[in-house]
């Protein structure tokens, strides 16, 4: 149980230390932004690339969009399609993989390999979450 409390608390350590180091870096990396962009060699949207005193900084600075769903679909429905500015993205509700891949009659299980041979299934990175507990 020591040695175990032990790699836990080592864990938490970690973890601190790394949001703490995150958290540094990105204040560094703002400074180093507005020291550049206060001489407007930013571009406002792309990347920048400053050779300056031996040093070779990339600054990547992109927009980024949201499109407001419901507002977006009722002016869609209303203009041609032509100029929609949307694109749609397959994606696996796995709640359904999961119902079909249990169908016992025949037509489910032959369109259950059908589409199961679409589907690629990789195990993911191991999270691992640790706190103290209060007493």
């Excluded at 703002?30 to 949207?45: L, M, R, T, Y």
């Excluded at 500015?85 to 119902?99: A, G, P, V, Y």
């Amino acid at each position: 149980m020591k040695k175990e409390k032990n790699l836990f608390e080592q864990l938490l350590i970690a973890k601190i230390e790394e949001e703490e180091a995150k958290q540094k870096r990105i204040e560094l990396e703002q400074k180093v932004f507005e020291e550049h962009a206060c001489g407007n060699e930013i571009n406002p949207s792309g990347q920048t690339t400053i050779h300056r005193d031996g040093w070779k900084t990339t600054i990547k600075h992109n927009l980024s969009y949201h499109l407001d769903d419901s507002m977006y679909s009722e002016v869609a429905k209303k203009i041609p399609e032509q100029y929609h500015i949307h694109k749609w993205k397959l994606d696996i509700d796995k709640n359904k993989l999961k119902l079909l891949s249990e169908l016992s009659d025949a037509t489910g299980k032959m369109y259950y390999k059908r589409i199961s041979d679409c589907v690629e299934m990789k195990i993911g990175k191991i999270s691992v979450n640790v706190e103290r507990e209060e007493k």
